[in-house]
C-alpha cells in the first residue's frame, strides 16, 4: 500500500512539474512574441529561452529610461512655459489695449491666448467653433481672471497635420469676433 502512494506521489509530482514547464514555454513564447521584431538579429540559430527573457528584461529597461527621460524632457518644458508665460503676462499687462489675439503655431498644435476686458463679451465657443472650422480640434481650454482682464488660453491639435491650420485666417477671424 505504501509502495502504490509513493509510486502515486511521484507521478503526481512529475506531471504537475510537466504543467508548470509547458505554462512557462508558453509565457516565455507570449513574451518573445510582444518583443518588436526588430530585436531579432536575422540567424539562423534559435535564441534560447534564457536569451529571450534577457533581450525582454533589456528592451523593458530601455522603454522604462525612455519613458522617464520624456518625463524629465515634459517637466522642464512645462517649468519654461510657466516661467515664459508670467513673464510674458506681467509685460503685457503694462500698456496693454484690449483686446488681444495671440496665436503661436508649435507645428500640429496651436496655442490661442486672448485677453479681453471683463466688460466684452463673447461666447467662448463662438472662438472654438472657429478653431474647428478651421481644421484645428480643440484639447485644452482655460481662462483666468487678473484684475479687470480675462486670459483665456487654449491649446488645439491640428486634425489633418499635412494640410495645417492657417494661422493668420484664424487670427484674423478671432479679431474679427472678439472686436
Known sequence: MKKRNSESSRLDRKTVERNRRIHMKDLCFKLASLLPPHLFKPSKDMLSQQDQLELAASYIKQLRERVEGLRRVKEEQAITTTRTSSSAMTSMMIGLRLPVVELRDFGSTIEVVLISGLNKNFMFYEVINV?????????????????DKVFHTIHAQVRISRLGVETSR??????DLIC
Open 170 to 175: 484664424v487670427c484674423e477671424r478671432l479679431q
Open 131 to 147: 478653431l474647428s472650422e478651421e481644421g484645428a480640434e480643440v484639447v485644452s481650454a482655460s481662462y483666468s481672471t487678473v484684475g
